[in-house]
């Protein structure tokens, strides 16, 4: 009655899900995964994921957060214009332990990998560098174009009432 006690664990942790945290479709700059596992572990690190995308969207993970049997992962888009879409899948490479000491998905890199989870729809929209505006002259006010439809600016009109620049107030 008085000998030592141990813990038999014969199942490993897996991942449960990854699910999208934010709307999809989106037009965000970044987007957040919830992941969970079956049991508590801990080691969950950038390392341990791989971001699928299509489309002409970059993007890397920004922030880990959470412990325990849950945790929110946050991806931020670094370039691309266009649509496509974006999942984070987990690849097992035996740093994500329980409390045991046993890693995701039992010995061997791999096993434990989850590449199911739900992917969004994103859509990054293009910066516009420069923009470039008609103006009709007999509607112009403050900044004159020098004749109807040339398209040159000419006079200031300091006297109007009303500032307006192009063809409306």
């Known amino acids: 009655t008085g000998g030592d006690a141990y813990q038999v664990e014969k199942n490993p942790p897996v991942v449960v899900s990854i699910l999208r945290v934010d709307p999809s479709p989106t037009t965000a700059s970044s987007v957040r995964y919830y992941l969970t596992f079956s049991e508590a ?4 690190d950038a390392n341990d ?6 489309g002409n969207i970059s ?6 957060s959470g412990s325990a049997t849950t945790y929110t992962i946050t991806v931020t888009s ?7 879409t974006l999942r984070l899948d987990l690849i097992d490479n035996d740093t994500i332990l ?3 000491i046993q890693p995701l998905g039992g010995l061997g890199a791999g096993n434990g990998s989850f ?6 729809t994103i859509t990054i929209a293009p910066t516009i560098l420069s923009a470039s505006y008609r103006s009709t002259g007999s509607n112009d006010g403050w900044v004159l174009e020098s004749a109807e439809d040339s398209n040159v600016g000419g006079s200031k009109n300091s006297t109007a009432t009303t500032f307006m620049l192009g063809d409306n107030a």
Not at 41 to 44: P, R
Not at 49 to 54: N, P, S
Not at 115 to 120: C, D, L, N, S
């Open 115 to 120: 590449t199911t989870g739900e992917a969004y």
């Open 78 to 84: 670094t370039s691309g214009v266009g649509s496509g």
């Open 59 to 64: 993007a890397a993970i920004s922030d880990i």
């Open 41 to 44: 572990v801990h080691n969950v």
């Open 98 to 100: 329980d409390s045991t």
């Open 49 to 54: 994921f791989v971001l699928t995308r299509t």
